[in-house]
């Protein structure tokens, strides 16, 4: 964003004349037995006759002293940013403050990959795999309605208009839980087994148009240079208590395509049709007939979604107009139907608007791909998932046709992407991407613990499946 500096909300260092804070209370001190590991330790003890597990324990047990020691910090910067949020290829504040956060821990830094993203290489004192993790910095154009007392009441202007800018995504969440992994894996890099590539990435939301951006032009500027063997991702999720972690083996989320038809008629006088060539009556039927993809062309059992979500023709109420145009989305989660929609969608148009005299156009673009996670990788890291949350929290849980450009990534290497409870319990949150959905403060510490671990359990297992 242009104006609405990060100003106020933060303990700590300030730099003078931006701002920003340059550092956080984050050393998490990983290397000496912490209080509570000491009160532990006859537990443990208790537990030598399986090594294994001895080992697995104690390395919980620092990492979720040292999340316990950062979220602190993580809760107020999510503050700040949630209070400032900034919308796609436009995350200067917060990739500035991500990147000092990175610097400060020792973090080799690479800024400005794919216009505002940000890189940090963490290399472990112990040979071992490259694994990436990625989270997502970019609010959108909605106007909060929460009673957060840190809710954003910035503006600014998209596409032309004055609109309200909020984190109704929870990408807020994301960024700051992710700096604190930072701080726990920094923490004990003497100890860990190869190398963590930290991605934050622009505009997950899409790119302002005419701008690219996001996953794929990361990618393209080098995100995996030092090529990862796995990467992880999390996501908030508005009907997720805290506490709870979901995932889905396989295609979890829809690919997303867009599509913009122009159906091109004779215009005429409303009185006359006959004289016409009318694009509104083609159009109703086009839209009734790309339904019947859904409903006669795939299997009841094969998930998919074709919306017209804009029809637009027309000046007044007595003039048949010369076009109308259409836009939607289709929503796939195989290649294979999203080949299905799209032919069908084109003999669908050529059919219709044969049979009425007209001509149409039709632009398809493929926007995301299906975000897919490797069944393999998720039935590794579930026994993680099931000893840091409690087994009784952890679920697989349906796909949803929502879209998440982590797919970029989780083509080019295996992926594990899963939900992060968010909600506060005893209380609802309004979805994603609207005025009220909220993410509760609780849900940081867990994040920082759940992906520290995946992360650790992958580099101690080594890249290969
Ligand atoms: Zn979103
Ligand atoms: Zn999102």
């Not at 030598?48 to 316990?68: E, F, I, K, T, W």
């Not at 003497?190 to 990435?201: I, S």
Request: net charge neutral; with cysteine.
């Amino acid at each position: 964003m242009a104006s609405g500096g990060l100003t106020g909300g933060m303990r700590g260092a300030i730099v003078p004349g931006r701002g920003l804070p340059r550092a956080f209370p984050v050393s998490p001190a990983p290397h000496r037995m912490s209080p509570r590991n000491h009160r532990a330790l006859p537990a443990l003890l208790a537990a030598l006759l399986a090594p294994a597990a001895l080992a697995a324990q104690s390395s919980d047990a620092r990492v979720s002293a040292a999340a316990g020691r950062v979220a602190p910090a993580m809760v107020e910067v999510r503050h700040q940013i949630h209070q400032h949020p900034e919308l796609g290829n436009r995350e200067f504040h917060t990739a500035q403050l991500v990147a000092d956060h990175l610097r400060a821990l020792g973090i080799e830094v690479r800024t400005g990959v794919a216009h505002t993203g940000v890189v940090g290489i963490l290399r472990g004192g112990r040979p071992g795999p490259v694994v990436a993790v990625r989270a997502d910095m970019d609010a959108l154009p909605v106007t909060e309605n929460t009673p957060y007392p840190w809710k954003s009441t910035d503006t600014t202007t998209y596409l032309g208009q004055k609109v309200g800018v909020a984190h109704a995504c929870g990408h807020d969440v994301h960024t700051v839980v992710q700096m604190g992994v930072a701080s726990v894996l920094a923490g004990m890099r003497d100890q860990l087994p190869g190398t963590v590539v930290f991605l934050f990435q622009p505009a997950e939301e899409g790119s302002p148009p005419g701008e690219e951006g996001g996953a794929k032009l990361m990618l393209a500027e080098g995100a995996f240079t030092l090529r990862p063997s796995a990467v992880f991702g999390l996501h908030t999720f508005a009907r997720m208590d805290v506490g709870r972690i979901g995932y889905t083996p396989g295609p979890a989320m829809a690919a997303s395509d867009k599509f913009m038809v122009t159906i091109h008629g004779r215009q005429a006088h409303g009185a006359s049709p006959e004289l016409s060539v009318d694009p509104v009556v083609t159009a109703a039927q086009v839209v009734m007939a790309l339904q019947t993809i859904r409903s006669r062309n795939l299997s009841p059992f094969e998930p998919s979604v074709v919306t017209v979500g804009m029809i637009r023709g027309g000046e007044r109420f007595n003039i048949i107009p010369a076009e109308v145009r259409l836009e939607g989305t289709v929503r796939t989660f195989s290649p294979a139907t999203q080949d299905t929609v799209e032919r069908r969608m084109r003999e669908i148009l050529d059919g219709i608007t044969h049979a009425s005299g007209a001509t149409y156009t039709m632009e398809y673009q493929r926007t995301t791909p299906v975000t897919e996670n490797n069944v393999a990788l998720a039935k590794r890291m579930r026994p993680t998932l099931d000893r840091v949350m409690g087994a009784a929290n952890v679920s697989e849980i349906p796909p949803t046709t929502g879209a998440e450009d982590f797919a970029f990534f989780s083509n080019a290497v295996p992926g594990f992407f899963y939900r992060l409870g968010t909600v506060k319990p005893g209380t609802v949150s309004g979805d994603h991407h609207t005025p009220t959905f909220m993410a509760d403060d609780a849900s940081i510490p867990i994040g920082i613990r759940v992906m520290s671990d995946l992360l650790l359990d992958y580099l101690k297992g080594g890249a290969a499946q």
